[in-house]
């Protein structure tokens, strides 16, 4: 699920929302993705409500540290337009 595009740098950055999944202790999580246009080949994984970058391909330290804040400032609303999706779906 396509959550936000963004430009950064003359480039076009794709935010999505992969995959749900509950974690040993029962905790919600969220898997995000991130795309770089200009470089089919980059790409970073993020797990929320942690914001931890799982894996990444092709973005800087400072773009990572971009794509992090970008993601804890919209925590809220990525977490509510995931359930108002799951709703619709069911």
């Excluded at 330290?61 to 794509?67: A, P, S």
């Amino acid at each position: 699920m396509l959550y936000a595009k963004m430009t950064v740098d003359d480039d076009m950055w794709s935010f999505y929302i992969v995959r749900y999944f509950e974690d040993r202790d029962g905790g919600d999580n969220l898997v995000m993705r991130v795309e770089r246009q200009k470089d089919d080949e980059a790409f970073s994984e993020w797990v929320l409500p942690d914001i931890s970058c799982k894996k990444s391909y092709g973005f800087s330290e400072m773009e990572i540290g971009r794509i992090r804040n970008f993601i804890r400032n919209n925590q809220f609303l990525i977490w509510k337009i995931w359930e108002e999706g799951e709703e619709t779906s069911a």
